[in-house]
């Protein structure tokens, strides 16, 4: 039996889905990167030697620990297959989290935007929902 294929099977094209990783930025932080084109992070990140991130299911619980009620924060978006050398290491209840131990660079932020907050906590881009 012959099984047709998708357009993109039949000219050899493959989509791949990596793994998207988040960085919680002040609105300083932010700017800084867009003017430098690479940062070495907050001053937590600074003090540890690596760039903190989080996964979609970890973004929340960042949020609400290190940033409860500050407004004006951005939320990059990175893809985690093209940041090396990226480590995962355990961290709050162990859980495996991404860190970053080189300057984060400007092109490799897939997409920056505003992570608003309310009475209720930050309220994240649909996409991460």
């Keep these: 039996?012959?099984?047709?294929?998708?357009?993109?099977?039949a000219h050899g094209a493959r989509h791949v889905v990596h793994m998207l990783i988040y960085k919680i930025f002040r609105a300083d932080e932010w700017?800084?990167?867009?003017?430098?084109?690479k940062t070495l992070g907050?001053?937590?990140?600074?003090?540890?030697?690596?760039?903190?991130?989080s996964t979609a299911a970890q973004a929340s619980e960042t949020a609400a620990k290190y940033f409860?009620?500050?407004?004006?924060?951005m939320l990059l978006a990175v893809d985690a297959?093209?940041?090396?050398?990226?480590?995962w290491e355990p961290s709050?209840?162990?859980?495996?989290?991404?860190?970053?131990?080189?300057?984060l660079k400007l092109e490799d932020v897939?997409?920056?935007?505003?992570?608003?907050?309310?009475?209720?906590?930050?309220?994240?881009p649909p996409e991460m929902q």
């Design 31 to 37: 700017r800084a990167l867009e003017t430098e084109g």
């Design 1 to 9: 039996m012959i099984t047709p294929l998708s357009l993109d099977e």
């Design 42 to 53: 907050a001053p937590i990140d600074l003090a540890d030697g690596y760039i903190h991130f």
């Design 92 to 103: 709050r209840g162990g859980a495996l989290f991404p860190h970053l131990y080189r300057a």
């Design 110 to 124: 897939l997409w920056a935007k505003p992570l608003p907050c309310t009475d209720a906590g930050h309220t994240f």
């Design 68 to 73: 409860a009620g500050v407004e004006g924060l």
């Design 81 to 87: 297959e093209k940041c090396e050398p990226l480590k």
